[in-house]
């Protein structure tokens, strides 16, 4: 079949897909919504710095980690130990600040990729030849299958198309798929009822970053990490790289979304940079540079459902796709990781599964399409 193999959604996942698929011959069609590559990871800087900060994911697992582990170095990528050397900060309820005198170590240490970890997404496309084509600005609305194909209606901002493909991975989040994609035929009531109940990781959440001239919290005997029951932000820590060139503090912001949605971000940047100042001293008051990214404003990561933050970290599994689309449509993305649930880690581990079964699915197919021969006696 002459249609190409569709892959939805250019974020980790999607693209170490598209990757796979290149490395094996195949010529792959990788459509994004966003005007980005990438996805939920996103790292960014002030214009003039060389070290992103990241306002998605930030750390891996060296040991724990063997697919990000082995990536990282085979793209040439640097890393690093997230810095924790020094007193740690907790912030109680009633504003009284407590200092611990070692912060808390992770056993294995968690790293961090050299330039943000939007350097990872960016390092696996630029592996991607003329096989792979990459169309930003492009969202499926609807799938319907075929005799031999899947019918994909799609929108980009000329207007609405459709375009035939001969498999399909889609690694968009379960409940954006279930809310926001219409399937024909329709797939059970339990089964979308089940993928609007899958949580989307750190859909939920929102990331506060400031840069400042230096990293005075070391110079004070202080690691940067800190946890906080008053907030905005619950949990801080270092975010400067590993050179010391740039110094920077981030934390996850504890507010719920629906109180960071009705004050707006400048009103809550000012409030982060307020409990900087309260934990960290007065020199935090002055950042070089500032960001939040809420994940919970942004309708290509967030579902409806996703508007109540996570306490805790959900328990993945793979969706299962029903009997008609099982030989056309497969899942990817990190939610389908039965290993590595929310993690960079299980994006890669999804994408490897999914072009695993597509691949075997053509193989069976071609085996059954190959004419019989006999050999001569």
Do not use: C
């Amino acid at each position: 079949m002459s249609h190409p193999i569709v892959v939805v959604g250019a974020g980790l996942s999607g693209l170490y897909a598209s990757w796979l698929l290149q490395q094996s011959g195949h010529r792959v069609w990788l459509i994004e919504a966003r005007d980005r590559i990438g996805g939920r990871v996103l790292s960014q800087a002030p214009s003039d710095a060389a070290h992103r900060l990241d306002l998605g994911p930030s750390w891996f697992w060296p040991g724990m980690n063997p697919r990000i582990e082995k990536l990282v170095k085979q793209l040439g990528l640097g890393s690093f130990p997230q810095h924790s050397r020094g007193a740690a900060i907790v912030e109680g309820q009633d504003g009284k600040i407590h200092k611990y005198q070692s912060s808390w170590e992770q056993s294995p240490s968690s790293y961090r990729i050299a330039g943000g970890t939007q350097s990872l997404v960016e390092a696996i496309r630029a592996q991607l030849d003329d096989s792979v084509h990459i169309q930003l600005q492009t969202q499926v609305r609807s799938m319907k299958l075929r005799p031999h194909a899947v019918e994909l209606t799609l929108q980009d901002p000329n207007g609405e198309w459709t375009q035939l493909a001969a498999q399909v991975i889609v690694t968009v989040p379960p409940r954006l798929l279930a809310q926001d994609m219409a399937l024909e035929p329709a797939w059970p009531d339990a089964l979308r009822q089940d993928m609007r109940s899958t949580p989307t990781w750190m859909a939920g959440q929102a990331k506060f970053v400031a840069t400042y001239p230096k990293a005075f919290w070391r110079e004070a005997g202080l690691s940067g990490d800190g946890m906080s029951h008053r907030g905005p932000m619950s949990e801080i820590h270092d975010a400067s790289d590993a050179t010391g060139q740039v110094a920077a503090l981030f934390g996850f912001v504890g507010a719920s979304p629906s109180y960071r949605a009705g004050i707006g971000q400048q009103a809550l940047q000012r409030q982060a940079i307020a409990q900087l100042v309260r934990l960290f001293g007065p020199e935090a008051a002055q950042p070089l540079w500032s960001a939040v990214q809420d994940w919970a404003q942004e309708p290509l990561t967030a579902a409806k459902d996703d508007l109540r933050p996570l306490s805790y970290h959900p328990m993945y599994e793979a969706a299962p796709v029903p009997a008609a689309w099982s030989q056309r449509l497969w899942l990817a993305g990190t939610e389908q990781s039965p290993n590595y649930g929310g993690y960079l880690e299980g994006a890669l581990e999804a994408a490897e599964i999914a072009v695993s079964h597509l691949q075997r699915s053509l193989q069976e197919g071609a085996l059954k399409r190959a004419p019989l021969t006999h050999e001569m006696e």
